[in-house]
């Protein structure tokens, strides 16, 4: 029962801190007073109650246009950090903007929930018609006190001393040592303050993001296109990615990705694109390109970048070989002779080929092998990473 009575009282004082006029700027003192409060019934002495007070913050905002008519109102949500949201600055002239925000604080234990607002009116003068970031970069409630006179009652905490909406207040209160009768006075006043604070409307105009392909390709026939690109975006603001791809760099195709698409900030990404389920049997050169936008407006399409995709079906054809020939090197000067003339003693010598596939794929793995007098000399395994159907090989062995 001393438990529940503290509640009731605990009630009154939390309904004065939170229960606040509207003003009309900030940052705004708070300074509430409240007569004689007294106890129902006992309070032991000593006890101590840890009330939490969580807060959130949302608002609107009115914009009137130079040209007047209807104010469009946005509704914005505070967060921990501040709140953004875009606005499209269609006429060039001043605007008009009404900044309205409610703070509202919650304890759950006692079955609170007060709200409190504010206002303000500003204008902003655009120069040039588009899109625009609207910001607030901080909110708090801060410089909380409690004077409770004579000192039946003890604060003895309120903790953090500063909060933005979205954190919470944890207030430690103390009834004094020798107890409080039924009838007996809590306080003969109460008297709270706080400060709230919104820091001022920052309005920018919006620079779209960039994206640059760094690389495109096929590890190996039928398989996902790896695609690597930079994202930048001058606001930091997380983007959404689109990807596109053409046969004749001329029409275009929504190309089906896997990977992340959506909310990806600024930095070096690596994507998929499913080419198979887009193009099946592709067996030609094909274009890639993207753009971003940042939730305000598209940038625009980004480099464009090729490969030869494969994706031709059925049965593998084996590559072959062709001119395989072994060169002469001079040893005094590295080159091959200006005549051409067999390998002599002293010699180093270079094997040369072509590479051909009929199916387009990466030559990987190849072997080539050196023979001396019929006997094996040296074996190299040939690894190469780019897609063509002929590439002359070269490799120099010292004799």
């Known amino acids: 029962m001393v438990k529940g009575s503290s509640f009731g009282f605990f009630i009154i004082v939390f309904l004065l801190v939170f229960s606040i006029s509207i003003y009309a700027d900030f940052p705004q003192s708070i300074s509430i007073s409240r007569g004689k409060q007294v106890t129902p019934i006992p309070l032991q002495g000593g006890m ?25 109102s946005i509704s914005v949500q505070y967060s921990q950090g501040g709140f953004s949201t875009q606005y499209n600055f269609g006429e060039v002239g001043t605007y008009s903007i009404q900044e309205s925000y409610t703070l509202t604080a919650n304890a759950a234990l006692l079955g609170i929930s ?67 009768p039924a009838g007996g006075t809590l306080a003969d006043s109460v008297t709270l303050g706080a400060i709230w604070n919104v820091s001022s409307l920052e309005i920018t105009n919006n620079t779209p993001p960039s994206v640059s392909i760094n690389s495109v390709s096929q590890p190996q026939t039928n398989s996902d296109v790896q695609i690597s690109y930079t994202l930048q975006d001058t606001e930091n603001n997380p983007c959404s990615v689109s990807v596109q791809y053409s046969v004749d760099s001329a029409t275009w195709s929504s190309a089906t990705i896997s990977g992340q698409t959506s ?46 995709l494969n994706n031709v079906s059925g049965p593998n054809s084996p590559p072959s070989v062709r001119n395989l020939t072994i060169k002469a090197i001079d040893p005094s000067t590295n080159k091959e002779p200006a005549v051409f003339r067999l390998p002599r003693t002293g010699d180093k010598i270079k094997a040369v080929y072509s590479f051909d596939d009929p199916d387009g794929d990466v030559e990987k793995n190849s072997k080539l092998a050196w023979y001396k007098d019929g006997k094996l000399f040296r074996e190299v395994i040939i690894q190469k990473k780019m897609i063509r159907y002929y590439y002359k090989k070269i490799l120099t062995v010292i004799r």
């Open 114 to 180: 007060e709200s409190f607002s504010g206002t303000r009116t500003r204008t902003y003068n655009n120069t040039s018609v588009g899109a625009g970031i609207l910001r607030v970069s901080s909110s708090s409630v801060s410089g909380f006190s409690m004077s409770l006179p004579p000192g039946n009652l003890s604060v003895l905490s309120i903790n953090p001393s500063s909060v933005e909406p979205g954190q919470s207040v944890n207030v430690r209160l103390r009834i004094k040592d020798g107890g409080i």
């Open 48 to 72: 101590e109650l840890t009330i939490t007070v969580s807060s959130s913050m949302s608002g609107s905002l009115r914009i009137t246009k130079p040209s007047g008519g209807t104010p469009q």
């Open 263 to 308: 909310g990806v900030t600024p930095g070096t990404w690596s994507l998929s694109w499913k080419s198979t389920q887009d193009q099946p049997n592709a067996n030609s050169i094909y274009y890639i390109r993207m753009k971003a936008n940042d939730g305000v407006a598209d940038g625009n399409w980004s480099n464009v970048r090729s490969l030869h």
